[in-house]
Protein backbone atom coordinates (compact mmCIF):
# COMPACT_ATOMS: atom_id res chain seq x y z
CA UNK A 1 0.00 0.00 0.00
CA UNK A 2 1.32 3.48 -0.98
CA UNK A 3 0.63 6.67 1.18
CA UNK A 4 1.19 10.20 1.17
CA UNK A 5 2.38 11.78 4.93
CA UNK A 6 2.52 15.47 5.58
CA UNK A 7 4.70 15.48 8.57
CA UNK A 8 5.22 18.03 10.99
CA UNK A 9 8.37 18.10 12.79
CA UNK A 10 9.01 19.41 16.62
CA UNK A 11 5.01 18.98 17.61
CA UNK A 12 4.06 19.07 21.29
CA UNK A 13 2.93 15.31 20.54
CA UNK A 14 3.04 12.13 18.08
CA UNK A 15 -0.09 11.43 16.46
CA UNK A 16 -0.96 10.31 13.19
CA UNK A 17 -4.50 11.80 11.42
CA UNK A 18 -5.93 9.76 8.57
CA UNK A 19 -7.16 12.87 5.81
CA UNK A 20 -8.68 10.41 2.90
CA UNK A 21 -7.81 7.21 1.94
CA UNK A 22 -4.07 7.15 1.41
CA UNK A 23 -3.30 10.64 3.06
CA UNK A 24 -2.19 11.17 6.07
CA UNK A 25 -1.12 14.08 8.43
CA UNK A 26 1.73 13.34 11.72
CA UNK A 27 3.01 15.25 13.69
CA UNK A 28 6.29 14.38 15.63
CA UNK A 29 8.41 15.47 18.62
CA UNK A 30 11.25 14.48 16.89
CA UNK A 31 13.34 17.48 15.44
CA UNK A 32 14.03 17.02 11.35
CA UNK A 33 17.91 16.27 12.29
CA UNK A 34 20.25 13.66 11.12
CA UNK A 35 17.07 11.45 9.84
CA UNK A 36 15.94 11.33 13.65
CA UNK A 37 12.15 12.71 12.22
CA UNK A 38 11.91 9.90 9.48
CA UNK A 39 12.82 7.23 11.95
CA UNK A 40 10.33 8.57 14.61
CA UNK A 41 7.82 8.13 11.58
CA UNK A 42 8.68 4.58 10.68
CA UNK A 43 8.50 3.65 14.23
CA UNK A 44 4.97 5.66 14.76
CA UNK A 45 3.84 4.73 11.29
CA UNK A 46 4.58 0.96 12.31
CA UNK A 47 2.45 1.07 15.32
CA UNK A 48 -0.23 2.48 13.98
CA UNK A 49 -0.95 0.49 11.12
CA UNK A 50 0.28 -2.44 13.33
CA UNK A 51 2.94 -4.04 10.52
CA UNK A 52 6.65 -4.33 11.83
CA UNK A 53 8.95 -0.97 11.27
CA UNK A 54 11.21 -3.09 8.34
CA UNK A 55 7.82 -3.48 6.50
CA UNK A 56 7.63 0.56 6.03
CA UNK A 57 9.90 2.36 3.13
CA UNK A 58 10.24 6.12 2.88
CA UNK A 59 10.64 5.81 -1.20
CA UNK A 60 10.04 10.13 -1.90
CA UNK A 61 10.38 12.74 0.04
CA UNK A 62 13.10 12.15 2.59
CA UNK A 63 14.36 15.40 3.04
CA UNK A 64 10.64 17.23 2.48
CA UNK A 65 7.46 17.62 4.57
CA UNK A 66 5.24 15.77 2.18
CA UNK A 67 6.19 12.03 1.87
CA UNK A 68 5.79 8.98 -0.22
CA UNK A 69 5.79 5.73 1.87
CA UNK A 70 5.31 1.81 1.17
CA UNK A 71 3.24 -0.47 3.56
CA UNK A 72 3.84 -4.07 3.17
CA UNK A 73 1.19 -4.75 5.39
CA UNK A 74 1.87 -8.59 5.44
Partial sequence: MRIYVKVTPRSSR???VKI???EYKV???AAPVDGAANE???KLLAEYFD???SNIKIV???SAR???VDIDAK
Fill in 14 to 16: NEV
Fill in 20 to 22: SDG
Fill in 27 to 29: RLT
Fill in 40 to 42: ALV
Fill in 51 to 53: VAK
Fill in 60 to 62: GGK
Fill in 66 to 68: TKV
